[in-house]
């Protein structure tokens, strides 16, 4: 295709107003896949259902002798798998992090404690030990 420098066709700026609408896209579209929440909850919610649990633990992460193996200690977590995916927050190695339940669910909690879990378990998973502090 032959180009006059000086003055390109409309076809041209067309095209290339096109291909750099296309790589604009292209690039947010992948900053939102790495960066949401959303995306971090559905990252999370792949790996929970791919992770061999041993322990059965009820809502509030005691454990229980029936049903199905749904829960792991992560060190700083115990991490519960179910219809709503929670992870029971606790101390650890003398850091000051405050107990409590994180439901892991878009709009309940921050991404950095998400992506913590998820990181914890993929750890657990490889190694078959708790994450350290």
């Not at 404690?113 to 657990?124: F, H, P, Q």
Request: aromatic share 10%; hydrophobic share 40%; charged share 25%.
């Amino acid at each position: 295709m032959p180009d006059d420098a000086a003055n390109p066709s409309v076809a041209r700026g067309l095209y290339r107003l096109s291909v750099f609408f296309g790589c604009v896209a292209f690039v947010a579209f992948f900053l939102w896949e790495v960066y949401s929440t959303a995306a971090a909850v559905s990252r999370l919610s792949a790996a929970a259902d791919n992770f061999p649990y041993i322990e059965r633990c009820d809502a509030n992460g005691n454990l229980i002798e029936t049903g199905e193996p749904n829960c792991v200690d992560l060190g700083r977590y115990l991490f519960i798998n179910g219809p709503v995916l929670k992870a029971l927050r606790r101390p650890c190695g003398g850091r000051d992090y405050l107990p409590g339940v994180v439901v892991l669910e878009e709009g309940a909690a921050s991404r950095k404690d998400i992506v913590s879990v998820e990181k914890a378990l993929s750890y657990r998973k490889r190694n078959r030990g708790r994450m350290p502090c």
